[in-house]
């Protein structure tokens, strides 16, 4: 699979079918937190960066052989999906090949564009991210491209509230010193309350950022934060992941995504996150435990469980 990714589990949604729309590491944005790496082309031109067909023949046929459907197909990737000047025709191919509802991850750089939300307000879900209110803050924090400013990011989200009637699930990741003072949550407060998402969800740099500025808040200083941004605010952060990547999945999770396709190690280690060597390891002890079955296919080693 060259541009989707998964079945995996998901804090936010589930078992979630990702969808690359846009080859590594394209964004607007160079966020001291990614976990991608540093933004190697910082842009907002929008182009078919990869072609539909290619994209949507790969769905296509992961469709016709799935055994199970995801509880979402998620549109994200290694950079800014709707970047992709593709993406309304993506939604709707995708939405007439199966019932799974549709997500987009966005940073919401584009937001402002009228065509960027006739096309995204076709999804079912969309999850923008907005880290911070004041302009220095988001400089410091999103390091976006040239021109590109918060009030114009805020204005196509409150755009997008107006004109799109399914879920808005906002993501806010704070870090220490830099978006968690009180002034900057009291501005997050505000911008909230206008926005009116239908979730407003909290994360932090719990892995290895591109950063070392990028600075984690605590499982307690998020609650703190939570409770104080209001009623309908969640933590998401998953902090099981933070203590080595390896230990992001349990067997039983690893086992529930190779019960809906075989995967190759190298498929899960870019899926999960996790280096090769670790995948390997724990793959031979499920296989030495009887948990999955080996097969090979065009010199390619599958796991899958029986
Ligand atoms: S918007 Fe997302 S992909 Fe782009 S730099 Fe920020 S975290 Fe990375």
């Known amino acids: 699979?060259?541009?989707?990714?998964?079945?995996?589990?998901?804090?936010?949604?589930?078992?979630?079918?990702?969808?690359?729309?846009?080859?590594?590491?394209?964004?607007?944005?160079?966020?001291?937190?990614?976990?991608?790496?540093?933004?190697?082309?910082?842009?907002?031109?929008?182009?078919?960066?990869?072609?539909?067909?290619?994209?949507?023949?790969?769905?296509?046929?992961y469709l016709a052989n799935a055994s199970q459907n995801p509880d979402y197909i998620t549109l994200a990737g290694s950079g800014e999906p709707t970047l992709n000047s593709a993406l309304g025709r993506i939604i709707r191919r995708t939405k007439e090949l199966t019932s799974t509802p549709v997500a987009v991850l966005t940073n919401g750089a584009l937001l402002s564009l009228p065509e960027v939300r006739r096309e995204i307000i076709n999804a079912d879900v969309i999850l923008p991210s907005l880290d911070a209110v004041t302009p220095a803050l988001f400089e410091m924090i999103n390091r976006p491209v040239a021109g590109l400013i918060i009030g114009a990011l805020i204005t196509g989200l409150h755009h997008l509230r107006a004109e799109y009637s399914g879920q808005i699930w906002l993501e806010i990741l704070l870090l220490r010193g830099l978006n968690d003072t009180e002034t900057e949550l009291a501005n997050l407060k505000k911008a909230i309350q206008k926005l009116q998402p239908d979730r407003v969800q909290l994360n932090t740099a719990v892995r290895p950022a591109t950063e070392e500025t990028a600075k984690p808040l605590t499982p307690e200083e998020l609650a703190a934060a939570a409770s104080f941004l209001g009623e309908g605010t969640e933590v998401i952060a998953d902090f099981s992941g933070s203590v080595h990547p390896t230990f992001i999945l349990t067997d039983s999770e690893l086992l529930a995504t190779l019960a809906r396709r075989p995967q190759t190690a190298r498929d899960l280690a870019e899926v999960l996150g996790m280096p090769l060597v670790a995948v390997m390891k724990r793959l031979d002890h499920l296989f030495r435990e009887g948990r999955v079955s080996r097969s090979q296919r065009q010199n390619r080693i599958f796991y899958q469980t029986h």
């Open 1 to 61: 699979m060259k541009y989707l990714f998964g079945p995996v589990p998901s804090r936010r949604l589930g078992m979630s079918l990702g969808v690359d729309l846009i080859p590594p590491k394209t964004c607007p944005f160079d966020c001291i937190y990614c976990e991608v790496g540093p933004t190697t082309v910082k842009t907002r031109e929008r182009r078919e960066y990869i072609p539909a067909q290619e994209i949507l023949a790969e769905l296509e046929e």
